[in-house]
C-alpha cells in the first residue's frame, strides 16, 4: 500500500470499514484527504496524475477519498454501477445513464429480510427481498450506471433508503446479451448484526406478514406483487421460483379474503368472484 502511494506523506492509518489496509495521506499540505473505499475499475485519472491505485484481489482500483467531510471520487467517468433487484427496478428516484438487464451469480433473491421503515413499520415491520448466497443460484435484475457527477449524492441516498440492515457490497453482474461481466455494488442484507434479517423461513409466514404489513412507502402487497410483475415483464425468460411462489399465494389470499388494493387494479389483476387463481396465473406467465 505505501509504495502505490506517490504524493503525500502517510499519516496516522485508520481502519477502513471496506477494507483494513485503508490509510489517510497528505497531499501538498492542502490537508488530510482519508481513503475510504474501493468505487470503481482504475483507469488514466484526468484530475490528478499522481492518482492513487491499489491492487487488490488482482485488480486495480481507483480509490475514493473524502475532505471536508464529502467523499470525492478521483475520476471523471469512473463507471460505478448499483445492481438493483427489488424495488430499484420500478422506483430509481435517483440520476443514472444507462441501465442493462442481467444476473448476478451465486445469490439467490429472497424475502428473508424484515422492512421497518418502507414496506412496514417498528412495531409491525413488513418483509422486502434480499440476496442470500446461493451456490447454485441466480439472481435477475439491472444495472444501473450512475450519473458521474451525481455519485457521491446518489450514494448518499441509496445508503439512506437502504439503512435498515442492508450493506453495501461489490460483487460481479452477468449482462444478458452476453457481452463481458463487470463488477458492481448491491444492497444486501447483512447477515450479522442485523436484527431484521430472518434467514429461511415458511412462506406462509412471509405471505401473512406481506398481507398486513404497510409503511410509508405503501403496503407490502404492492411492493410483492409490483416485483413480481417486474421481473416477469422486463425478463420473461427467468423463472424465479421462489417470487413467483410467493405471488401465487399472495392472489390466493387475496381472493379468498376479497382484498382490494390499488396496485391490483394497476397491474390489472382481477381476483374478484369470477376470477380464479388459476386464471390470474396463467395470465401472467
Not at 504524493?7 to 475510504?36: E, F, N
Not at 444495472?143 to 449524492?153: E, T, V
Request: aromatic share 10%; glycine share 10%; charged share 20%.
Amino acid at each position: 500500500m505505501q509504495s502505490a502511494i506517490s504524493l503525500g506523506s502517510v499519516i496516522i492509518p485508520r481502519r477502513c470499514s471496506r477494507w483494513s489496509g485503508c490509510m489517510a495521506v497528505a497531499r501538498g499540505g492542502r490537508g488530510v484527504w482519508q481513503l475510504l473505499e474501493v468505487v470503481g475499475v482504475y483507469g488514466s485519472c484526468s484530475r490528478w496524475s499522481g492518482c492513487m491505485a491499489v491492487a487488490r484481489g488482482g485488480r486495480i482500483r481507483c480509490m475514493a477519498v473524502a475532505r471536508g467531510g464529502r467523499i470525492r471520487y478521483w475520476r471523471r467517468g469512473i463507471r460505478m454501477w448499483v445492481f438493483g433487484y427489488g424495488s430499484l427496478l420500478w422506483y430509481t428516484d435517483f440520476p443514472y445513464d444507462e441501465a442493462i438487464p442481467g444476473c448476478v451469480h451465486g445469490y439467490s433473491r429472497r424475502f428473508w429480510q424484515l422492512s421497518p421503515d418502507h414496506r412496514g413499520t417498528p412495531q409491525k415491520p413488513g418483509r422486502t427481498v434480499t440476496l442470500v448466497a446461493d451456490e447454485s443460484g441466480s439472481c435477475w435484475g439491472l444495472a444501473y450506471k450512475l450519473r458521474d457527477s451525481q455519485i457521491h449524492n446518489t450514494i448518499e441516498y441509496l445508503d439512506v433508503r437502504e439503512k435498515a440492515g442492508y450493506v453495501r457490497q461489490e460483487i460481479d453482474f452477468y449482462p444478458d446479451d452476453g457481452s463481458s461481466p463487470f463488477s458492481l455494488h448491491a444492497y444486501l442484507a447483512a447477515a450479522h448484526s442485523n436484527p431484521y434479517f430472518t434467514g429461511p423461513v415458511d412462506n406462509d409466514v412471509i405471505i401473512q406478514t406481506i398481507l398486513t404489513a404497510r409503511g410509508p412507502s405503501g403496503t407490502n402487497l404492492e411492493y410483492a406483487l409490483r416485483l413480481a410483475d417486474c421481473v416477469r415483464r422486463m425478463a420473461p425468460h427467468i423463472r424465479d421460483e421462489h417470487l413467483f411462489a410467493i405471488e401465487k399465494k399472495l392472489l390466493e389470499k387475496c381472493r379468498a379474503l376479497n382484498v382490494h388494493d390499488q396496485v391490483l387494479s394497476d397491474l390489472g389483476i382481477a381476483v374478484g368472484v369470477h376470477s380464479t387463481v388459476e386464471d390470474e396465473t396463467d395470465q401472467r406467465q
